[in-house]
């Protein structure tokens, strides 16, 4: 789960993160009364669960509370379009209206997992303020990294060795090394899968302030952290996506025209692999697990006729917990409720009771077309996709 700037900022500060005074409004006139009280001069910032949010014209600086309700006008509302959001952008529902700092240098510091080690690393950069992964790749020996125990969290040798790496020293150092153990421990304690400043702020008085913040979460620990479920912004979600969730499925919007609908992520990963294979795109991912019933196959399929990007349908489905009867009963009930639908639907089905669910689908008012392998099956849902047969 993603979250805005605003509310990874509010978690940061209970950990002792320092971060500019700032505030989330949803109108230019609240914009220009917050600029006024932060003393007439602060930075309009867009919030969207995306980045590079000034790339894109979403990050301003005002010199005036006049100024500052002109740019909050025109950020609230826009449809911004960053690296991370596609052509399609996102919409600007609130604008963080933060006092104007004085800058003397900007560093990057983030906590993500190491799939190598299975572990935390944390990771910091001299050069702030731009894309870690353009850093990566020009100099990789820019990037400092920290393997962290997850049991004992950061220790303070390893804290005060990457501040001293990003040429900090004294009060600032110590600030610097403080604020690094409190990340960790905020990323480690709110079950976070990514926490990331970019960039650090060293303020012209040495101040170590967070001027920028993204946190992501991981879904399954939830549970165990209502407040932090609670700032789920469903608006900056995709609508499936978020229908989808209603019923546990695992649905992932794509850019594709073929839509998927399979049983087992592996099945599901090897079936978008083989669209590919044969030149067409997945519109989705969507596995609709090994054990699941006729109501959420209904769902799922419903789901994906729904999304208007769609040009064909495949149904990859093995029989094993998951009977092929139920998945074909599931099905033709999604079919019923919307019998006007034109897509071409390819089917594959295998496994356990393969030849009652092959028959239902046969005797459904729909032209199924059946396949019988997935090399076929892929075949002839991207010559479907396409306009063929």
């Not at 602060?42 to 980045?51: D, P």
């Not at 909050?72 to 609130?94: D, F, H, N, W």
């Not at 990037?143 to 990457?162: C, K, M, Y």
């Not at 789920?232 to 594709?256: T, W």
Request: glycine residues 10%; negative net charge.
């Amino acid at each position: 789960m993603k979250i805005h700037e605003f509310q990874a900022k509010e978690i940061l500060r209970r950990y002792g993160v320092a971060t500019p005074r700032g505030q989330v409004v949803e109108s230019a006139a609240e914009a220009a009364e917050i600029c006024r009280d932060w003393g007439g001069r602060c930075v309009v910032k867009a919030q969207i669960h995306a980045g590079g949010r000034g790339k894109g014209g979403g990050v301003k600086l005002a010199g005036t509370p006049e100024e500052a309700e002109a740019i909050a006008a025109s950020i609230l509302g826009m449809q911004l379009v960053t690296p991370q959001t596609g052509p399609e952008g996102q919409t600007v529902r609130k604008v963080l209206i933060e006092e104007a700092l004085d800058i003397a240098s900007e560093l990057y510091l983030s906590v993500t997992l190491d799939r190598a080690s299975g572990k935390p690393v944390l990771m910091a950069s001299a050069s702030g303020g731009m894309d870690i992964e353009e850093v990566a790749a020009k100099d990789p020996d820019a990037i400092i990294r920290e393997t962290i125990d997850p049991q004992l969290g950061i220790l303070p040798f390893q804290a005060r060795s990457v501040a001293s790496k990003l040429g900090l020293e004294g009060s600032t150092g110590r600030q610097a090394a403080k604020l690094i153990g409190s990340l960790v421990t905020a990323y480690l304690d709110t079950d976070a899968s990514l926490v990331e400043i970019n960039p650090l702020l060293i303020t012209g008085e040495g101040g170590v302030v967070a001027l920028d913040a993204k946190m992501n979460f991981d879904d399954n620990a939830l549970f165990r952290h209502p407040d932090i479920r609670e700032m789920r912004d469903l608006a900056e979600e995709n609508p499936l996506e978020v229908e989808a969730g209603k019923y546990d499925l695992n649905y992932i919007k794509l850019d594709g025209e073929i839509g998927c609908m399979v049983n087992g992520a592996g099945l599901a990963m090897a079936t978008m692999d083989i669209i590919k294979l044969f030149g067409g795109e997945p519109a989705n991912f969507l596995d609709v697990g090994g054990s699941a019933s006729e109501e959420t196959v209904q769902n799922a399929f419903r789901i994906l006729i729904s999304d208007e990007t769609v040009k064909a349908v495949l149904i990859n489905i093995f029989g094993g917990i998951a009977r092929a009867d139920r998945i074909a009963n599931g099905v033709v009930a999604a079919l019923q409720e919307t019998p006007d639908v034109k897509l071409s639907g390819v089917v594959r089905l295998e496994g356990t009771n393969v030849e009652q669910g092959r028959k239902i689908l046969q005797e459904a008012n729909y032209d199924f077309i059946v396949a019988k392998d997935m090399a076929d099956a892929a075949q002839k849902v991207v010559a479907a996709a396409k306009g063929g047969v």
